[in-house]
T-cell receptor, first 113, second 115 residues
C-alpha cells in the first residue's frame, strides 16, 4: 500500500525567495508522484508529475520537483516565490498496480510581499 | 481542451436526505475516481470504476453507492445523509489507453452541505 507524508502544515516565505514544500512517500513498487495545488474554494490543479526518467521534473507556474529514490522524497521547489503562489499544496502518490492515489495532508504555503 | 465536469457544483441537503452527484469524464477516458475532501482535510479516495465495473474501493461508507454508465459518466449516490458528509466531492478521470500510469484529471468538485 502506498502512503505519503507532508511534514509541514505551513510554509511561509517572502516574495522573491526560494520555496520548498516537502513530501516523502512509501510504496511497495515503483512510485508515480504528483503535486497538486488548491486555491481557496477551488478544485485541485495539476502542477507536475514524476513517472520515470529525469529525477528533476519541471511543471506549471515555474515549479519543479526532484525525485530522490534513496530518501523517498519528492520535494516541490520554486526559485523565486510569488504572492500568487499562496495556496494549499498536496503531494500524491500512486503505486504501480494500484488504481487510487493517496494524498498527503497538504501544506499551506503563504508568500508575503 | 475538455475537462472533467461535475454537477451540481453546490448542493444543500437536510440530514437523512439523499443526494446524487454526477461526473462526466474527459472524452475517451474510461476510468472514473471519486474523492471526498472534508473541511481542512486532504482528499480521501472513495471508489473507482473502469469500463463500467468497480475497480477499486476506498473509504466509501455503506450509505454511499456509485456506478459508471455506458457513456462513462458516473454517479455517486448518497443516502441517509449525515452532518459529517458535508465536504467537497471530487471526481477524476483517466484513460488506460493513453498511458500506463493513469494520470488523473480532476473536476472542479461538488460542495455538499448537510444541514
Amino acid at each position: 500500500a502506498q502512503s505519503v507524508a507532508q511534514p509541514e502544515d505551513q510554509v511561509n516565505v517572502a516574495e522573491g525567495n526560494p520555496l520548498t514544500v516537502k513530501c516523502t512517500y512509501s510504496v511497495s513498487g515503483n512510485p508515480y508522484l504528483f503535486w497538486y495545488v488548491q486555491y481557496p474554494n477551488r478544485g485541485l490543479q495539476f502542477l507536475l508529475k514524476y513517472i520515470t526518467g529525469d529525477n528533476l521534473v519541471k511543471g506549471s507556474y515555474g515549479f519543479e520537483a526532484e525525485f530522490n529514490k534513496s530518501q523517498t522524497s519528492f520535494h516541490l521547489k520554486k526559485p523565486s516565490a510569488l504572492v500568487s503562489d499562496s495556496a494549499l499544496y498536496f503531494c500524491a502518490v500512486r503505486d504501480t498496480g494500484e488504481n487510487d492515489m493517496r494524498f498527503g495532508a497538504g501544506t499551506r504555503l503563504t508568500v508575503k510581499p | 481542451a475538455a475537462g472533467v465536469i461535475q454537477s451540481p457544483r453546490h448542493l444543500i441537503k437536510e440530514k437523512r436526505e439523499t443526494a446524487t452527484l454526477k461526473c462526466y469524464p474527459i472524452p475517451r477516458h474510461d476510468t472514473v475516481y471519486w474523492y471526498q475532501q472534508g473541511p481542512g482535510q486532504d482528499p480521501q479516495f472513495l471508489i473507482s470504476f473502469y469500463e463500467k465495473m468497480q475497480s477499486d474501493k476506498g473509504s466509501i461508507p455503506d450509505r454511499f453507492s456509485a456506478q459508471q454508465f455506458s457513456d462513462y459518466h458516473s454517479e455517486l449516490n448518497m443516502s441517509s445523509l449525515e452532518l459529517g458528509d458535508s465536504a467537497l466531492y471530487f471526481c477524476a478521470s483517466s484513460s488506460s489507453r493513453e498511458s500506463s500510469y493513469n494520470e488523473q484529471f480532476f473536476g472542479p468538485g461538488t460542495r455538499l452541505t448537510v444541514l
